[in-house]
């Protein structure tokens, strides 16, 4: 599986962004998806989780209630709809697959400016 991140960028505090994550393989659908996000300085930290089948979701506390992930199996695609962003949000984000083996995508900027 390889992942492929767009959508990043700079947005003013407040505004929202939607991260994409293109996943090549015929496999996609068996694996679990997750973002992470790397602030500078900082370790990678847990975003969102969303399961194969896209039942479940989880999310860091920091994020919840205003990030959303979805997937859509037949486009091999996951997605994390961000809102209400804060400078804090600011950091390189990064798609996640697990199944039998652990894929990361190569990272994605976004800044929110204050």
């Known amino acids: 599986v390889q992942l492929e991140e767009s959508g990043g960028g700079l947005v003013q505090a407040g505004g929202s962004l939607r991260l994409s994550c293109a996943a090549s393989?015929?496999?996609?659908?068996?694996?679990?998806m997750g973002w992470f996000r790397q602030a500078p300085g900082k370790e990678r930290e847990f975003v969102a989780f969303?399961?194969?089948?896209?039942?479940?979701?989880n999310y860091a506390d920091s994020v919840k209630d205003r990030f959303t992930i979805s997937r859509d199996n037949d486009k091999n695609m996951v997605y994390l709809e961000m809102n209400s962003l804060k400078p804090e949000d600011t950091a390189v984000y990064y798609c996640?697959?697990?199944?039998?083996?652990?894929?990361w995508g190569q990272g994605i900027q976004v800044t929110v400016s204050s």
């Open positions: 996640k697959a697990d199944g039998p083996h652990e894929y």
């Open positions: 393989g015929r496999t996609f659908s068996s694996y679990s």
């Open positions: 969303i399961d194969w089948r896209a039942i479940n979701t």
